[in-house]
């Protein structure tokens, strides 16, 4: 096990009715003008938008709202957020969704530290990040984790790059997790989440390092609950039990707890982003779209860990590379019996071209210029051939 230092300040309130106590949070936290971020007419049409702002309005909180966040997070969308706080003297930034908005908020409370920089120059470390602005988080949808995780992710529509940023500025001060809230999402944006969650766990659990047991308990463990949990969950929209267990799922996948004491890998992650910077296509749709063709590419670098999963997970007896392919293919049949895609074809519609294909490759390894991955470093030709693995 590796040296770690593992701080998640963001204060956790989990529960039925848990958005009754936002007002008092944002106080707590020094807020008096509050911008309020959030997607689509969801939260309009369920009452919850309306019911927050009341309370807020009642606690003597200035309130001003921003909808229309997307997924996959414009770059455009935050700068424009960030003048619109600027102007109002917004002091709280306040989530009301899902990974996407909440991404958005993390992003506008930095821009409002930097009002002379683009948003963009944060994101590709121009400028170094050193100061935020309050903000925290309502969860309506249990997918990216990023209520408590120290990442972001926004795309930039004029370069079709879409990145990641991690540090401790990214922690919300507070997370409002009510299951019931996620009742109403999509059934497709439910199963993405678990994709999500999933993936968070699975680019931390392959990695270089071993002998790290509690960490591989803590993994294990959150991977067979949402394994058990996804197919109850979407079969009744109702059901309180298995929304809650994915939504906490979703927490402790991506706060770091599943990679204490190792490196991360990623990589899956970064095939997704390009995917989805080219075709707008969802996060969690995209991540299993690659996941098997990676794991197909680079199970034997580790056959033992591959098969160890398929035992835990899926209790396969057989080890060697029988294990390891039959444990690829047990996780690959899963996302599909939740709906998502498993290749390019399904997620965009058609097969690549050879045009496309370099494109994204090109891409994910800024021109040839860097390797991705931890657990087995791949190049310009490694990236390729896992895309075109893919690409039926």
Not at 29 to 47: A, D, E, M, Q, W
Not at 94 to 107: E, R, Y
Not at 258 to 269: A, E, I, Q
Not at 272 to 289: I, P, Q, V, Y
Request: hydrophobic share 35%; aromatic share 10%.
């Amino acid at each position: 096990m590796q040296k770690f230092t593992f701080h998640c300040p963001t204060e956790v309130i989990f529960g039925k009715d848990s958005e009754n106590c936002t007002a008092d949070l944002i106080k707590k936290y020094n807020g008096h003008n509050v911008l309020i971020v959030f997607g689509g007419g969801s939260i309009k049409r369920t009452g919850l938008l309306d019911k927050i702002i009341t309370q807020l309005k009642e606690a003597s909180l200035f309130v001003s709202t921003l909808g229309g966040v997307q997924p996959n997070p414009l770059v455009s969308f935050v700068n424009n957020g960030v003048k619109k706080a600027l102007a109002q003297n917004i002091d709280f930034v306040l989530a009301i969704g899902g990974g996407s908005v909440i991404d958005t908020a993390k992003a506008i409370a930095h821009g409002l530290q930097y009002p002379t920089h683009d948003i963009w120059d944060i994101w590709t470390k121009k400028i170094k990040l050193e100061k935020t602005t309050p903000f925290g988080s309502i969860v309506t949808l249990a997918a990216a984790g990023s209520e408590t995780s120290d990442s972001s992710v926004l795309t930039n529509e004029q370069t079709k790059q879409k990145r990641g940023l991690s540090t401790p500025f990214n922690r919300p001060r507070f997370a409002i997790m009510n299951p019931e809230l996620t009742f109403t999402a999509p059934k497709v944006q439910k199963a993405c989440g678990c994709a999500d969650i999933l993936m968070h766990t699975l680019e931390r659990y392959f990695a270089k390092e071993q002998d790290n047991y509690m960490t591989d308990y803590i993994a294990e463990g959150l991977m067979k609950d949402v394994i058990f949990y996804a197919p109850k969950m979407l079969a009744n929209p109702q059901d309180y039990l298995s929304h809650s267990e994915i939504m906490y799922c979703g927490s402790l996948s991506h706060n770091d707890i599943t990679g204490l004491g190792r490196t991360k890998d990623f990589s899956v992650h970064k095939f997704g982003h390009e995917l989805s910077a080219k075709f707008d296509a969802t996060h969690g749709a995209s991540l299993t779209t690659m996941w098997a063709s990676w794991a197909r590419y680079v199970y034997k670098h580790d056959i033992e860990r591959f098969c160890h999963l398929g035992k835990v997970l899926f209790d396969i007896s057989e080890t060697g590379e029988d294990g390891a392919i039959k444990t690829i293919n047990a996780l690959e049949e899963f996302f599909y019996r939740l709906g998502l895609p498993i290749c390019i074809s399904q997620l965009t519609g058609k097969i690549l071209d050879e045009t496309e294909l370099k494109y994204l490759t090109d891409m994910c390894t800024d021109n040839n210029s860097k390797a991705i991955g931890t657990f087995n470093p791949l190049n310009y030709e490694d990236v390729y051939t896992i895309f075109k693995m893919a690409n039926h």
